[in-house]
């Protein structure tokens, strides 16, 4: 979960919000989480892309495939075992991608606020 854990700080760390991490093992055959958080604008979401993928690239790990970079109000991050959706929140409305893995369980990760307070984030 050090993985999980590692990618919420660094969206939580660009002021990221609503994170949510399910995992669908045994449900999806693409992956075994999500991560879904959102942005407040196209330039915040590409902002939380970037903290999330040089996060990554510091615990060894590249992406194996991103999109909507360019335009930026949906940004999907895949690392094989974690994809990441960062949307603005009119793109999360409109998708309710947590519905689609509805029957995945909720994952708790801990995130640093302020270097000192761990704090368990669950859901939106």
């Known amino acids: ?3 999980l854990d590692a990618i919420s700080q660094a969206i939580f760390d660009k002021k ?6 399910i995992d669908v093992r045994g449900i999806s055959t693409m992956t075994d989480f999500y991560v ?5 604008v196209e330039r915040h979401v590409k902002a939380i892309h970037n903290s999330v993928c040089d996060a990554m690239e510091k615990n060894g790990r590249r ?3 991103i999109e909507g970079v360019r335009e930026s109000d949906w940004v ?6 974690v994809v990441i959706h960062l949307l603005i929140p009119e793109m999360r409305e409109r998708y309710a991608l947590e519905n689609l893995w509805k029957d995945g369980k909720i994952v708790d990760v801990n ?3 302020d270097n ?8 939106i």
Do not use: H, R, W, Y
């Open 16 to 21: 990221g919000a609503n994170i949510i991490t």
């Open 63 to 65: 992406p194996l495939f």
């Open 116 to 123: 000192k307070i761990p704090s368990q984030a669950t859901s």
């Open 76 to 81: 999907v991050i895949d690392f094989g075992d």
């Open 111 to 113: 995130i640093v606020v």
């Open 1 to 3: 979960m050090l993985l």
């Open 36 to 40: 879904i958080a959102e942005g407040n």
